[in-house]
């Protein structure tokens, strides 16, 4: 049985040979794998491991140029969004919001007039055939997710543009300024998505969006203003991505329970990552009320197994994730969020053996 078929079962509902098995990890992670093992390439990496599902680029940018700073610790990403450059005490950067363009906009109108709105028109799409093709040949199940500052998403992209705070106070005093700013940011990543899916054909198998609605003891907002505010472009992005034959599939961090009907309900095929630590999210109520509809992609720890915990642990929670989340297919093996640069090699190596040993049916 190869990925695709593998994956295609899964997400069927039905029990394929073994779950399919994803692979998340930060830049910094890969290169301590591909030292332990002596590979030269993430190929090789995951092949070893037995990965299922290959991530493509997406479409290149060949829009103006982004502003950066002389000494490269400050840029402008694609919002208009300035960053600045953090060094993390546990190796790797992060690019945090240093600057929110349209923080101090006061009506619809200045947020419609906002020079800084990307156009679909700055990226190269034909480079997405050759991306598909690639992965398409060697049997793997090809995934368009984006990269973490340009995906498919209209919340987490309103907080850069407007400020995590003021985005929130609008949804209550600045309605309108609100729904201007999400249904800008839908109307992009509607067309970004489209062009994508026209290049990429009938070769890709999964749409990823990701969005985060959660943190670990609640919605971020109301089930209600979800449905008020997010849920109209959420619908969209679903609906255009089964439109060209695609399992559509959603990454939010935290609890999300309230709302897990309603992506469903929608048309979701996957939901990502089933965050094991967050308040009200048990697995196996979640897998008796959703998972008839639902594939549920992750629920590895990063927070506590993988960076603390040992061997003999991680194999406990793999076994106890296929036990409770495996049953019947429409499960898929990954961790809660990328593998962390805190977590030992030791440990990495586990899971993926765990992975193959405790998920066969």
Known sequence: MDSRERFELAVAHKEPDRVPIDYWATPEINARLLSHFGFSSLEELLEHFEVDFRYIAGPGYIGPKLWESEDGSLKQDLWGVKRIRVELASGGTYWEVHDSPLAGASSPEEIEDYPGWPSPDWFDYECVRDQVAEVRAKGKVVVFMGDRLNRCAQLKPAMYLRGVEQILVDLVVNPGIAENIFSRIARFYLEYARRTFEAA?????????????????????????????????????????????????????????????????????????????????????????????????????????????????????????????????????????????????????????????????
Not at 237 to 248: A, E, H, P, T
Not at 335 to 359: C, I, K
């Open 201 to 361: 054909g009938a070769s890709l198998d999964i749409f990823m969006t990701g969005d985060d609605f959660g943190t670990q003891n609640g919605e971020i907002i109301s089930g209600q203003m979800w449905r008020d505010f997010i849920l109209p472009g959420f619908k969209e992005f679903v609906k255009l991505g089964k439109s060209y034959g695609y399992r559509v599939a959603h990454h939010s961090c935290g609890s999300i329970k309230s709302i897990i009907g309603d992506m469903a309900d929608c048309g979701l095929d996957i939901l990502n990552p089933v965050q094991p630590e967050v308040h009200d999210m048990d697995r196996r109520e979640l897998k008796q009320r959703f998972g008839d509809v639902l594939t549920f992609h992750g629920s590895i720890s990063i927070q506590n197994t993988l960076p603390y915990g040992t061997p003999e642990q991680i194999r406990r929670e793999v076994k106890e994730r296929f036990e409770t989340l495996g049953p019947g297919g429409g499960f898929i093996f990954c961790t809660a969020h990328n593998l962390q640069s805190d977590t030992p090699v030791e440990n990495a190596v586990a899971l993926f053996e765990a992975y193959r040993m405790l998920g066969r049916y």
